[in-house]
């Protein structure tokens, strides 16, 4: 073989070989967040069973955080005995109110931005504008919601509480707003409106004209067209975005810390001792949408921040609830995503 | 018979007309909300920090932009007090620096494997763990720095090799997790604009008899750049962002220093602790969280923009 074969093969065996150790590394390159995530949450939920706890020191005894206890007790300055039942019932309620805001208003804008508008300078601008506003930081929003609703720049003083009439009773509502659910459920649904619009969009857009052409054919009028037959077949995208959306939602934490939503508290949502009191008392849950209120995540930031080792295996152990509840949320939307998607295929 | 059915149905059209316009008011309503909450976001940020509303003051008629942008120390609760953002700038600077070198290769390299190298099968199993790994709750990320990452990693690291004393709190946990956190973000949006790019660039690429290698870096990335960037961009106005992490792992203290083993301070994690605080309304303490947020609003915007920007502008449009 002459030289120039010989020159050709060598790098030509080079450049195979850079190619295989490239694919290499992003195959390690894929895998690294993955193992690591995994790894840590392994490391968690020994920490948070007892089984084993590599960061210990000796002195410190194992055992079991992840107990009944835990999740129908209130906290308490003894470890053994505290509990995240406030903040179950908090993230519950603050799930259901940001939703009650957010996802009519997020609908609602998503569908005149596909079907009604035309295509001019405002809708461009607030097309750019929901881009924008879904990369604001959450902590602005805290602070949108502290300054807006918790305080109303501090313009009211002793306003009297505004009622507003329901079936069962006056839901009374303080001004400013305060500490309160409301606030919070406000704030959070500022927060995550622009990804509801943008998964709601998306859904709308998966529906084909020829549905929209058809029921136009028949005589039936714009809205009677989005009501009867768009929206019904873009429901399931919608509702997979909107769950993802409150399940970021559940897990915020620094907008709640910036309002000012107490991080320790033995009172439940309106001052619910059971849960047959949502029941048998029903104006109990008047009191919800006013009353202070804790989360999940603002529990495990204010035990985990404690010094005691005790404290920070109970925060490991609310840590694996508050994800079990985030997967069961997940799981949710991707089942009603591969369940009903397929049987609208177009 | 006739007429009056007739006169019904004009009834119920006239009806239905005024519904349509009732309904396409309240859908534009939803869509100017938006609007309204990035106005009130800026009058807010505003009123607080540059403009005071009626006889209050707002944070700079108080304390002035340029000492607010050279002072060396962040420190109001010390005597007149002193509000310098270069601290806080620096640590937010050392953690969003730590996490884009991890975050943004990684990243890149793993949505370049998933288009060009993995089978559709890996690619179903990989996407949606991503997925997962995107809706873990940041207070989470921020326990996991703190329980495992310090005492495990960084510790021995630099007490072992490098000789020197680490604190609990250090930037160093702090941007390794956000890197890690900022991953999937990277991953999903570059994989996206690098799979968009056409076949027949790759296949060319092939016939020219080119190996894997020199088609994803000098072909597919390439043809794919300003989408990279963009992704680039919005992962590291995430980071900037990133409160929870940084609070619980890099600590309260703002600090000026070169050490990233050291406690310090990011914007975020100072306007989180002060608002948490004991800072009364109305004080300078408690307006100076408006200006660091203020200050933070413009960084993150800016940075979105011009991520818009280069996705409008240099895009290729591939037929």
Redesign the interface.
């Known amino acids: 073989m002459n030289q120039a074969g010989l020159q050709y093969k060598r790098r030509l065996k080079r450049?195979?070989l850079?190619?295989r150790m490239?694919?290499i590394?992003?195959?390690i390159?894929?895998w690294?967040?993955?193992l690591?995530?995994a790894l840590?949450l392994i490391?968690?939920m020994f920490?948070a069973t007892g089984i084993f706890d590599?960061?210990a020191s000796s002195q410190t005894e194992l055992r079991n955080w992840l107990t009944p206890h835990l999740l129908t007790n209130h906290m308490s300055s003894h470890p053994e005995k505290a509990g995240m039942v406030a903040g179950i019932w908090g993230s519950f309620w603050l799930m259901v109110m940001t939703g009650f805001f957010s996802i009519?208003?997020?609908?609602?804008?998503a569908?005149?931005?596909e079907e009604?508008?035309r295509e001019n300078l405002f809708t461009k601008?607030?097309r750019?504008?929901?881009?924008?506003?879904a990369?604001?930081?959450?902590?602005?929003?805290?602070?949108?919601g502290?300054?807006?609703f918790a305080?109303m720049?501090?313009l009211f003083h002793d306003f009297p509480p505004i009622g507003i009439p329901v079936g069962i009773g006056m839901i009374k509502i303080p001004i400013p707003f305060g500490r309160t659910l409301l606030t919070g459920s406000l704030t959070l649904s500022?927060m995550i409106?622009?990804i509801i619009?943008i998964a709601s969009q998306e859904a709308l857009r998966s529906v084909p004209q020829s549905i929209r052409h058809a029921s136009l054919a028949l005589g039936a009028?714009?809205?009677q067209t989005i009501w009867h037959q768009v929206l019904p077949a873009s429901l399931p995208g919608i509702l997979t975005g909107t769950i993802?959306a409150l399940?970021?939602a559940?897990?915020?934490?620094?907008p709640l810390?910036?309002i000012?939503a107490v991080s320790f508290t033995v009172y439940n949502p309106g001052n619910m001792e059971h849960v047959s009191d949502y029941l048998t008392k029903p104006e109990v849950l008047l009191t919800v949408p006013s009353s202070d209120f804790t989360v999940m995540?603002l529990q495990?930031?204010n035990w985990?921040?404690k010094p005691q080792p005790e404290f920070?295996d109970l925060?490991?152990a609310a840590?694996i609830v508050?994800?079990l509840v985030?997967?069961c949320m997940?799981g949710l939307a991707?089942f009603l995503r591969h369940h009903y998607g397929k049987r609208l295929d177009w | 018979m006739l007429p009056s059915s007739k006169h019904s149905l004009s009834a119920k059209t006239n009806f239905r007309r005024i519904w349509e316009g009732i309904v396409l008011t309240s859908l534009m309503f939803c869509a100017t909300v938006s609007v309204f909450v990035t106005a009130a976001i800026i009058f807010v940020l505003v009123s607080e920090s540059v403009v005071g509303i009626g006889d209050s003051l707002a944070f700079f008629q108080e304390v002035s932009l340029w000492s607010f942008l050279t002072d060396t120390a962040w420190a109001p609760q010390y005597g007149e007090g002193q509000f310098g953002i270069l601290p806080l700038l620096a640590g937010t600077l050392w953690v969003t620096g730590i996490a884009s070198v991890i975050g943004l290769p990684v990243g890149l390299a793993s949505a370049v494997y998933l288009s060009e190298y993995a089978s559709p099968k890996t690619r179903g199993i990989i996407k949606p763990l991503l997925e997962v790994l995107a809706g873990i709750p940041t207070v989470v990320y921020g326990f996991f720095a703190l329980f495992f990452v310090t005492p495990l990693l960084i510790k021995p690291f630099a007490e072992n090799v490098l000789g020197i004393e680490a604190n609990i709190f250090n930037a160093m946990s702090g941007g390794i997790v956000v890197g890690i956190m900022i991953i999937p973000m990277v991953t999903s949006l570059s994989e996206d604009v690098i799979r968009a790019v056409p076949r027949g660039l790759r296949e060319a690429g092939y016939a020219l008899g080119s190996t894997r290698f020199d088609v994803s870096t000098k072909i597919v990335v390439p043809a794919a750049l300003s989408g990279i960037l963009a992704s680039f961009l919005l992962a590291i106005s995430r980071a900037l962002g990133e409160t929870m992490v940084v609070m619980i792992a890099v600590g309260a203290q703002p600090k000026l220093t070169w050490n990233p083993f050291e406690t310090m301070c990011t914007m975020t994690a100072n306007i989180a602790s002060m608002a948490n605080g004991d800072a009364g309304t109305g004080s300078v303490e408690y307006r100076s969280i408006y200006a660091v947020a203020f200050t933070l609003f413009i960084i993150t915007m800016g940075m979105n923009i011009f991520s818009q920007f280069i996705l409008n502008r240099y895009r290729e449009v591939y037929h």
């Open positions: 450049r195979h850079v190619s490239f694919a590394i992003c195959i390159s894929t690294f967040g993955l690591v995530v840590l490391g968690l920490k590599i960061t009519p208003l997020g609908v609602g804008a569908v005149y931005l009604y508008s601008f607030i750019l504008n929901i881009a924008n506003l990369g604001v930081p959450s902590i602005v929003f805290g602070i949108l502290l300054t807006v305080r720049f501090s500022l409106l622009p619009i009028t714009k809205w993802l399940s970021r559940i897990g915020e934490t620094a810390i910036v000012g995540p495990i930031w985990g921040t920070q925060a490991s840590i508050l994800l985030l997967l997940n991707v």
